[in-house]
């Protein structure tokens, strides 16, 4: 598929509590999404070294990957001494023997306290062997001060941090700077040019290709390195030459199986080329001229509009749908609509606009002054706004001007339930507003997220499916696709909050035909506009 090599620093299969019937999670799923998404090979770890007896699953991975040893490199879990865990220097001997040359701890897991005394043992005999260990950072678990003190006491080896996420710039980049012997994988670390921002900011060489399967679609990860703004070399080096060097040498063999999926939307992202089809973004932000911070917590790497642009053009978006930080997160509507049609006004080849109203600080003329300048006069196609933030619900009262104009004129409106399934408040709206198309929020963040959408765009014909989450839920796309039709779910990227490419590539490498992706990368929201009457 290319000529680039992918080699996967962060790969789990195995039962786990918690499993969902439609999940995929063993290893001839492992193998399917390696091929699928044109991966060499993977560092794998078991689910089991931490939901059972951890000597037991390093044994069970080690059985299981043996046929698969040109490709799949087993990653054992490592414990301090005790409770039937050997001593560091017979655990190494074991490494040594099967020639596992990775490891992780989750101390978090176990209770096991940064001691010097209670690790030190442990930690010099993987220096003394050159391992590579990994460390997580579990959504459950963020004590950044426990981290910083396990990265200070494993100062010796290298250490691969996995599963940080865009929330996390600020931490990473500082205990990035404190640890030189820290390295980083994106897979839930998408946040906007990331990858660039890291690797220009500590090095190419501390920055790896992870997919983080098989919880997340194969196809995210390589989106940020098909289409990245690097030269080819520094690519390479990344997807990877990195984790090559950090195992002493051991790389994949062979290469990834062909698949019948392939088609010419993966031979362009492969080939790093803008997708020969029509790519309309129904989900975006968009920050303040020069602006890279939406708040003091987080970090939008270049996400105004001539920022966002770049990326827009390299992966081939024709049309992004706007909508601001300030108004629907922040709730200064006044600036965040303006912040939208600056850009809007300055990019309309690129770019169409959401407006946001707040009807708990707004009176009905002031959202009839929104309406006239941002719907009747700049054309503004879209509603959005997060009750999040606000102590009402999306089908209070005192939405209804702005839904009913929306309804009368067949705008679309973006709605975010912030993970509720609230049937009962979507039934109210669809009931009352049938000619206002809903785009149902972030959808592909769980299967049971998904599977409520689900019954929800078969429910309501005028609700459509929107996918975009940083979770890239392995298998929800065609979930969706199978539940409710291709002609029902919506591309959307969310971006700067992430970065655009690894939800370009969650859809370009899934396991649908190419008019199916077609669908939903652009053809149906652009079928969505093309209802829209704005003199009815």
């Known amino acids: ?111 096991l306290l940064p001691s010097e005394h209670r690790w030190c043992a442990l930690r010099d005999a993987l220096a003394e062997l050159n391992a590579l260990v990994l460390l997580s950072i579990n959504r459950d678990h963020h004590d950044f001060q426990t981290l910083e003190s396990f990265l200070h006491l494993f100062h010796n080896v290298n250490i691969l941090l996995t599963g940080a996420a865009w929330q996390h710039w600020r931490v990473l980049e500082y205990l990035m700077e404190t640890c030189p012997n820290l390295h980083l994988e994106f897979s839930a670390f998408q946040a906007n040019r990331a990858v660039e921002y890291f690797s220009e900011r500590f090095g190419t060489h501390r920055c790896l290709f992870g997919t983080g399967l098989l919880a997340k679609a194969p196809g995210a990860a390589r989106g940020f390195f098909d289409w990245s703004l690097l030269p080819p070399s520094t690519v390479s080096q990344m997807t990877a030459h990195n984790l090559t060097r950090l195992l002493r040498g051991a790389r994949p063999s062979s290469l990834p199986r062909p698949t019948p999926w392939q088609d010419s939307l993966t031979q362009a992202a492969a080939e790093g080329k803008p997708l020969p089809c029509e790519v309309w973004d129904n989900h975006c932000h968009i920050l303040h001229e020069g602006a890279s911070m939406p708040d003091i917590r987080l970090v939008f790497h270049k996400g105004d509009a001539e920022g966002m642009i770049e990326i827009i053009r390299r992966v081939g978006i024709r049309k992004t749908a706007i909508m601001s930080w ?39 003329s002031e959202i009839a002054a929104v309406i006239e300048r941002y719907h009747r006069q700049l054309r503004f196609p879209g509603l959005k706004t997060l009750v999040a933030g606000q102590n009402i619900n999306y089908d209070d009262p005192r939405f209804a001007r702005w839904y009913e104009f929306g309804n009368l004129h067949r705008l679309y409106a973006v709605i975010d339930p912030c993970g509720r399934q609230d049937t009962e408040m979507l039934d109210r709206l669809c009931r009352r507003y049938p000619d206002l198309r809903i785009s149902l929020d972030h959808c592909g963040q769980s299967w049971p997220y998904a599977k409520w959408a689900a019954e929800m765009v078969r429910r309501f014909p005028n609700v459509d499916a929107q996918l975009t989450y940083t979770n890239v839920t392995n298998g929800v796309i065609e979930y969706l696709v199978e539940q409710c039709g291709a002609d029902r779910v919506l591309f959307g990227t969310d971006a700067p909050m992430r970065d655009p490419r690894p939800q370009v590539g969650w859809v370009v490498y899934a396991r649908l035909m190419e008019s199916q992706k077609r669908l939903i990368l652009g053809e149906n929201f652009r079928h969505i506009l093309a209802r829209i009457r704005w003199d009815p």
């Open 1 to 111: 598929m290319t000529a680039v090599m992918f080699f996967d620093c962060h790969a789990i299969y195995g039962p786990h509590p918690g499993k969902f019937q439609e999940e995929r999670w063993t290893l001839d799923h492992l193998l399917e999404d390696l091929n699928l998404a044109g991966i060499s090979g993977a560092l794998v770890q078991h689910h089991q070294a931490i939901h059972g007896d951890p000597l037991r699953a390093n044994q069970t991975l080690l059985h299981d990957l043996a046929p698969y040893r040109d490709r799949l490199f087993p990653c054992w879990l490592a414990m301090p001494e005790g409770y039937g865990f050997p001593s560091p220097t017979e655990f190494v001997r074991m490494m040594k023997d099967e020639d596992i040359r990775a490891v992780r701890i989750e101390p978090h897991f176990f209770g």
């Open 326 to 364: 300030e108004g629907p997160l922040s709730m200064d509507t006044a600036l965040g609509n303006e912040t939208v049609a600056k850009a809007v006004t300055q990019y309309p080849d690129a770019f169409l606009g959401l407006s946001t109203i707040n009807p708990e600080h707004q009176s009905d």
